[in-house]
């Protein structure tokens, strides 16, 4: 029994939100509809539509907002409208038949244009929680995902974040990480009782801010 398992992504962003340590680390997330959407478009003028259930990048949709213009981008196909009603239309044919969220875009820090984000994977042992990887995941040339199944490419923490923010930045950058993790896994646990395996999402966005993208319960 590898622990208890949960798959629906709002329950754990909710168990989040309630550290007032953590909450200022999570985009702001919504539950899809269209009302929502247009709202978040037109504040943060980029935001990503995901499944609630899932993972591997699978059905995961960036959609933006600039200059009158509504783009979405689905895998490396952007396709772009001059209003928000065939937009949404046309997005809707392209989801996945699931339950959706939207996740406030982040613009991440990139190596050579690609953006990167973090996995930090820790594991409970005996009775304590341990770390088994903390590896950074650069996005496959023309992809917005990172997931190593759609072409990412795998680099430790320690390459990933000297690469795109500088040596000095990344010391403290993996520390904060660290820091972090600690916190929200003592969350989890409390929150979600059995809990045996957790997988972080970090991204980090150009000023150099650390955001919880996700928790898996079992990560690959």
């Known amino acids: 029994m590898a622990g208890r ?113 973090y996995r930090v994977k820790v594991v409970k042992d005996n009775g304590t929680w341990v770390y088994r990887a903390m590896v950074g995941r650069l ?10 199944c759609k072409g990412g490419t795998m680099l430790s923490a320690r390459e990933g974040l000297g690469r795109s923010l500088g040596r000095k930045k990344s010391v403290r950058k993996r520390r904060e990480m660290r820091t972090l993790t600690n916190t929200c896994v003592h969350i989890m646990e409390n929150a979600f009782p059995g809990v045996g395996s957790l997988g972080f999402d970090y991204g980090i966005d150009r000023s150099g801010k650390i955001w919880i993208f996700e928790v898996n319960t079992r990560p690959q």
């Open 139 to 148: 996005a496959r040339p023309g992809l917005f995902v990172t997931n190593l």
């Open 5 to 117: 398992q949960l798959a629906n992504k709002w329950l754990k962003t909710e168990a989040l939100l309630s550290n007032a340590d953590v909450a200022p680390h999570i985009p702001l997330t919504r539950l899809y509809s269209a009302d929502s959407l247009k709202q978040m478009l037109h504040q943060f003028g980029m935001v990503v539509i995901k499944p609630v259930r899932g993972g591997g990048g699978y059905g995961v949709i960036k959609v933006t907002y600039a200059g009158g213009i509504y783009a979405f981008t689905y895998m490396s196909k952007r396709r772009t409208f001059s209003s928000f009603a065939a937009m949404f239309r046309a997005l809707n044919r392209a989801k996945v038949g699931r339950k959706y969220m939207i996740q406030q875009g982040i613009h991440l820090a990139t190596i050579a244009g690609r953006p990167i984000d």
